[in-house]
């Protein structure tokens, strides 16, 4: 809703001043780029607390029979290697993994929201 807002009053400042529509666009556009530019550079988040064993046990026992289904939720962060990547992941494998958690039915639930927002 703030994206919204924002977007309005610029839209709103820039126009007044006589600029073009193209014009518009050609910001939003760079701020767009600029805004995906800045998720590539993200560092890997590092876990803040362990999991109790209970916890431990119980995440163990859903990942072992959830291998492929996100129908509980996505896979909690995993220890990784001093680079913060998963040794064992690949580019590929994370976009298949990303198109099933859009499947998921926990994600199900908020295309409409997507599709409104859009």
């Not at 007044?16 to 988040?45: D, E, N, W, Y």
């Not at 362990?50 to 996505?74: F, I």
Request: a neutral charge.
């Amino acid at each position: 809703m703030a994206s919204q807002i924002i977007g309005n009053v610029t839209a709103a400042l820039v126009l007044k001043s006589g600029a073009k529509q193209s014009t518009l666009f050609m910001l939003f556009a760079i701020l767009a780029i600029v805004g995906s530019m800045l998720f590539c550079m993200l560092r890997t988040p590092k876990r803040l607390h362990s999991m109790s064993e209970s916890e431990q046990k119980v995440h163990d026992l859903t990942a072992h029979s959830n291998k492929n289904s996100y129908s509980n939720g996505p896979p909690a962060l995993e220890d990784s290697s001093d680079e913060g990547e998963n040794p064992n992941s690949s580019p590929i494998q994370d976009i298949k993994d990303t198109f099933n958690l859009m499947i998921s039915p926990r994600m199900l639930w908020t295309v409409p929201c997507q599709i409104y927002s859009a």
